[in-house]
């Protein structure tokens, strides 16, 4: 059974230009999670989506981040313009609700991440 | 005061020994407490989960929750060079998932 599927794995880019992170979650979760990993901040929740729906963003550092989910099975992350300080891992992660409890008791499958570069 | 606190390591165990990694946390709100294993330069990983106060236990790993200290520990018994990983101590509250920056755990034959 697939896992969590993102792309591209490795991106190098330039300060000022578009990058656009991806991620597949596992089929039949309907939660979704974008978590960014650096050495001085560890790991950082930056957004959640519920059956496609963002529900909080409190995490995305700044107007230049955005993310959507326009369906279950399909998930970015933008940023734009892209800074050096975005150099980081992002992750993504899926869970499947169970209902009656908090989405954060859900267990979350996290994705192999992509290794970001900003020149 | 962090949320989350956990010796950053190394923890250096030798091979066979029992590897204690402990951590507490500052959120009496958090129901459900998670254990993440992460290889250097992989995904993090979940190895245990635990929910009321106690022990809990998996082949060779065994989770201990106390509430009304907040804290939490893994025993990883019989430890391998396999085992050696950042270990992340997760709690899970109603609004949030807070992982701390986690124990390096080094297992040395």
């Known amino acids: 059974d697939a896992g969590v599927i993102q792309s591209p794995r490795h991106e190098v880019t330039e300060m000022g230009q578009e990058v656009t992170l991806r991620c597949k979650p596992i089929?039949?979760?309907?939660?979704l999670f974008w978590y960014r990993q650096t050495m001085m901040r560890g790991l950082e929740l930056l957004i959640y989506?519920?059956?496609?729906?963002?529900?909080?963003d409190s995490g995305m550092p700044e107007d230049r981040f955005s993310a959507k989910m326009p369906n279950a099975s399909f998930s970015t992350l933008k940023i734009q313009p892209s800074e050096p300080r975005d150099s980081a891992v992002y992750f993504c992660?899926?869970?499947?609700?169970?209902?009656?409890?908090?989405?954060?008791?859900?267990?979350?499958?996290f994705g192999p991440g992509t290794r970001l570069t900003v020149l | 005061q962090k949320e989350v606190e956990q010796n950053s390591g190394p923890l250096s165990v030798p091979e066979g020994a029992i590897a204690s990694l402990n951590c507490t946390y500052s959120?009496?709100?958090?129901?459900?407490f998670f254990w993440y294993r992460q290889y250097s330069g992989k995904s993090p990983e979940l190895i245990m989960s635990?929910?009321?106060?106690g022990d809990k236990e998996d082949g060779r790993f065994t989770a201990q929750l106390n509430k009304a200290s907040q804290y939490v520990s893994l025993l990883i018994r019989d430890s391998q060079p396999s085992d050696s990983a950042t270990y992340l101590c997760?709690?899970?509250?109603?609004?949030?998932?807070?992982f701390g920056a986690g124990t390096r755990l080094a297992v040395h034959p």
């Open positions: 959120d009496r709100g958090s129901q459900s």
């Open positions: 992660a899926s869970s499947l609700r169970d209902r009656g409890t908090s989405v954060f008791t859900d267990t979350q499958y």
């Open positions: 997760v709690p899970g509250g109603y609004n949030k998932l807070i």
């Open positions: 989506f519920n059956n496609n729906v963002p529900i909080d």
């Open positions: 635990i929910y009321s106060n």
């Open positions: 089929s039949g979760h309907n939660s």
